[in-house]
């Protein structure tokens, strides 16, 4: 399995098939049971598009059957064809009436009384609406379903802090451990810490005994397990520099990156307090002030000079680095903390429900927040852009590869809830021929009292589905040329 999932053409095709198809085929029976409960009659439920391959069985008028073509599914109500509705009226076409006629002969044949058919444009306004929304209420359901279904497998909960090694010296106590810069401490003798401090205090709880550090590597995930005993009776804390702005008083200074901040004006950082936070503090009550860094650049003390600079946007004093918090001992480590250690705890019924709810919520609301994110400039076009089935399989097989190990399902199933969402909210966008444009056509019929021409309606759904092709087609190329990649 993992061997198919390493080929990024076939973990698509994998992730297209366990997701994107049973998304679709969920809205295709959200309308199929709303054209039960209303009466319409239902013609054919297809799994995939023609041509056909065979029938699966029939249920009442229904004939299910399997399709050539594996992109989802589709229903074939009385009236209504891939392109619009039909009609058998006097004003419709030639082929409209002749497909009116045959869509009646075939229930006839299947036992349906005349008097019991009913086709989309005979059924009320209201129970029209109904049917073209519910598809869309069928995939916020099944996400809902899926976001409870995910709790109660269980919800990334924190339950301990983890430091991270920095540097190494040849001289510490790690340094013939198989310890590696980068990885993790997740437990010292068993024991999880909660914060920073908790981590000190198993470290120097040690008198010349030996601990057992639980780690993991972050390059492969693995945990392994290593003895010593420290040797450090004491730590300074102390600011990495990340990066550095172009035109910047850090660059007029002479910083670089990677240069260790140890003190400002001779003043070390006080052990009890984020040195990142105390050196962000001091620079920005420094407009315009000269500030004295004692670095340690490799093996050399260097004394730089700064002038922070105020930033008009802020209104803050900055010099101009991105930076890190990080903690030495006097054996020749270097550690800071890291992204904190979560286990899945599987939550109980209840919380579950409110959970899918609340998440269901949340993300219909970022949704809706979108375009004005944009006009914002919170998120940039590139990260708002559509994606193609190409684009979704492409992230699904992403997704399906990380599910696969770390050996949880619950990834894959919150990307299909999102996909199921996203489906069910763009069916509802006033676009023919979706869900949402055809609705618009019944609220214009119940406001002007009387339904748009047949050939007007048709003729509109047809420059819809030009469009959306149109479109469909572009993006496809787009996720091709530049395909959408899960930031890590």
């Known amino acids: 399995m993992m061997g198919l999932l390493e080929n990024d053409f076939l973990s698509a095709i994998l992730a297209f098939g366990l997701v994107l198809i049973p998304a679709i085929i969920i809205h295709e029976l959200g309308h199929f049971f709303a054209a039960k409960s209303v009466g319409i009659n239902v013609l054919e439920f297809g799994i ?9 069985f029939m249920w009442g008028e229904t004939e299910f059957t399997l399709n050539w073509l594996p992109i989802g599914g589709f229903v074939r109500p009385l009236g209504e064809d891939f392109i619009g509705p039909i009609d058998g009226s006097d004003n419709a076409s030639k082929e409209s009436q002749a497909a009116y006629v045959s869509e009646r002969e075939e229930l006839r044949e299947r036992g349906v009384a005349d008097a019991n058919m009913l086709s989309v444009n005979e059924a009320k306004p209201l129970s029209r609406i109904w049917f073209m929304v519910a598809g869309a209420f069928a995939n916020f359901v099944s996400a809902i379903i899926v976001f409870i279904v995910v709790a109660l497998i269980g919800l990334p909960t924190i339950i301990g802090a983890r430091v991270q090694l920095l540097a190494i010296s040849p ?91 140890t003190a400002v004006d001779g003043e070390v950082f006080p052990l009890s307090v984020n040195p990142a936070t105390v050196l962000q503090d001091i620079t920005s009550q420094s407009a315009d002030k000269a500030l004295r860094l004692t670095i340690l650049r490799g093996d050399e003390t260097l004394e730089i000079d700064i002038t922070p600079r105020l930033d008009s946007g802020s209104g803050r004093a900055r010099m101009g680095i991105g930076i890190l918090s990080q903690y030495a001992t006097n054996d020749g480590l270097q550690w800071t903390t890291t992204n904190s250690l979560e286990e899945n705890i599987p939550q109980p019924l209840g919380d579950a429900v409110v959970y899918g709810v609340s998440r269901f919520a949340t993300t219909i609301g970022l949704i809706v927040s979108i375009p004005q994110q944009l006009i914002d400039g919170t998120i940039s076009p590139e990260e708002a852009r559509p994606v193609s089935i190409v684009g979704i399989s492409q992230v699904g097989g992403q997704f399906l590869r990380q599910s696969v190990n770390d050996g949880s399902p619950t990834l894959i199933l919150n990307f299909f809830a999102l996909i199921s969402i996203f489906l069910g909210f763009t069916n509802l966008l006033p676009l023919p021929p979706l869900d949402g444009g055809r609705v618009v056509f019944v609220i214009i019929e119940m406001v002007r009292g009387k339904p748009v021409p047949i050939g007007i309606e048709n003729l509109v759904y047809r420059i819809g589905i030009a469009f959306l092709l149109s479109l469909g087609g572009i993006v496809i190329v787009y996720d091709i040329i530049n395909p959408f990649v899960l930031p890590q």
């Open 171 to 261: 001289d510490s106590v790690l340094a013939e451990s198989g310890a590696e810069v980068g990885d993790v401490v997740e437990r010292v003798n068993s024991q999880l810490f909660q914060n920073l401090d908790g981590f000190w205090q198993l470290w120097f709880s040690s008198s010349n005994e030996p601990l057992e550090i639980t780690m993991r590597r972050l390059s492969d995930g693995s945990n392994y397990t290593v003895q010593v005993t420290p040797q450090a009776t004491e730590r300074v804390n102390q600011v990495r520099v990340l990066s550095i702005l172009a035109d910047s008083p850090a660059i007029v200074a002479g910083i670089q990156t990677d240069d260790v901040i």
């Open 48 to 56: 995939g598009f023609p041509p056909r391959a065979f029938r699966l």
